[in-house]
């Protein structure tokens, strides 16, 4: 289970924050130190032991330790406490055992996740489903008939709340009262946009989950959600692109899941539309499956699982097998 309010110290939540928009070296050091606790001690200690774990990774020690015991200065643990309060928000930290092993078999998993719901072992068996904000009519319809699919097949749905496709995805997976995963770019607290608040408390009170790697009070400004598309990609078997233009974080999520070695599959569209154009170029360049029904994306789910190497399976025979129900 995640860690409760009342369970986090105050060294784990000072960490957590610090290392919001941290680089990836910091993150390294988490890994040295032995986790967030640990490096949070070392950066408070009054030997050199912090500048040596960042010695040698692309940042300088010195500066790099004065800057982290800086922000950890800076860090309000009370302050996350009030706001997680309200929400029922807990933490996973990166080693914990309920920490998504899928996410964290990626190159730059994030070393703290805040929640709200709980994340479980079958998760494992998941698709994000992304697309573009300004979706047409096609896009919504399709989004929410996929989600669906997968949902009632006994996939988690992951996507990022956004307008559009992401909205259609998370309610296509209620309706059909699957499971489905929210990752925002912001803080839990200021969910982003504003309209979805009641979707996401929904997707909680039905077993999902909301999370994101930002402290509670963050806003979501537009340099996060590049970040956050690497948590949607990261904690999926498959990404599924339902409609995007050639330029767009549905395509940047994509490009991802291929990078990290997970499956890339797309639908196509209309041939004269625009939105479809990042679909279609996926497609093109063998970067993605076509897909026309859940049951193509459960199939590629199953043969990809079989095929990744050892260090990608995690598991995934000993967890229930999905099922797609027929259309």
Known sequence: MPRTLHELNDATLRAA??????????????????????????????????????????????????????????????????????????????????????????????????????????????VAVVGARRSSTYGIEQAGRFASGLAGGEVAVVSGAARGIDAEAHRGALRAEGRTIAVIGGGLSDPYPPEHIELLDEIVAAGGAVVSECPMQAAATPDRFPSRNRILAGLSLGTLVIEAATRSGAIITANIACDINRICMALPGPVHSGRSAGCHKLIQSMQACLVETPDDVFNHLVTHATTIEGAYLLGLAGFASPRIRRE
């Open 17 to 126: 924050e610090a290392l919001d928009r941290a680089p990836r070296v910091w993150r390294i050091a988490v890994a040295r130190a032995g986790g967030l606790d640990a490096l949070a001690q070392e950066a408070t200690s009054g030997d050199r032991r912090l500048e040596s774990l960042l010695d040698s990774i692309e940042l300088g020690a010195a500066s790099g330790a004065m800057l982290l015991r800086e922000r950890l200065g800076r860090s309000d643990p009370d302050g996350q406490r009030r706001m997680m309060e309200p929400l029922g928000t807990a933490l996973v930290v990166l080693g914990d055992s309920d920490y998504p092993a899928m996410l964290a078999s990626s190159p730059d998993p994030p070393v703290a996740l805040w929640i709200r719901g709980v994340f479980l072992p079958n998760d494992a068996w998941s």
